[in-house]
């Protein structure tokens, strides 16, 4: 027996072989080296198990369906299945509690937002000023007030934007709470 710690660990360090758990060396096939410098490519090393971000599920998937024998969680299982079926976009609205109205391409942004929301993704959201990035922020936040799970959110901002972010946050979303902290202290 050989733990994948330390088969993972001669792989990476380029050597074809392996101390094994009963002081013998046994020789890493060729084979195996090949499976499983891909995973080293991507792939972190913990208690001998491999942890990878959901960046790369999808080439993680493709590796692992030439493969023998290999378990996966179930959440891994759902969230490449997610990825499968992806149809598109989905359209979001903003809710009741948004007090305006958003034009088409704002309404695309929200969207935006919700698919890298919906899927665990990091995104930014980027436009020319003045195109109302705050506002699709703002629907959002205020859907998401919503949810009786929601997380408080923060928004950084240079000193420059925050005065107007709050009175926007007044105007679109009344309901909101907003914390203003700015300065040194």
């Known amino acids: 027996a050989v733990s994948l710690e330390s088969l993972l660990e001669s792989i990476k360090n380029k050597k074809s072989y392996v101390n094994i758990s009963d002081g013998t060396i046994g020789v890493i096939p060729e084979e195996w080296i090949e499976k499983f410098k891909k995973f080293l490519a991507f792939g972190e090393i913990k208690e001998n198990t491999i942890r990878f971000l959901k960046i790369h599920a999808s080439a993680l998937d493709m590796i692992i369906s030439d493969l023998d024998n290999v378990d996966i969680d179930e959440k891994f299982g759902e969230y490449i299945e997610k990825l499968k079926t992806f149809t598109g976009i989905k359209t979001h609205l903003a809710p009741k509690s948004f007090k305006g109205k ?84």
């Open 102 to 185: 958003l034009r088409d391409y704002q309404k695309a942004g929200l969207n935006w937002l919700y698919f890298l929301k919906d899927y665990s993704f990091g995104g930014i959201l980027a436009d020319d000023m003045g195109l109302g990035k705050t506002i699709q922020v703002l629907a959002l936040l205020a859907k998401e007030k919503r949810n009786k799970n929601s997380s408080p959110s923060l928004i950084i901002a240079p000193t420059s934007v925050v005065f107007n972010w709050i009175n926007e946050a007044k105007k679109f979303v009344p309901s909101l709470k907003m914390i203003n902290h700015t300065g040194n202290e």
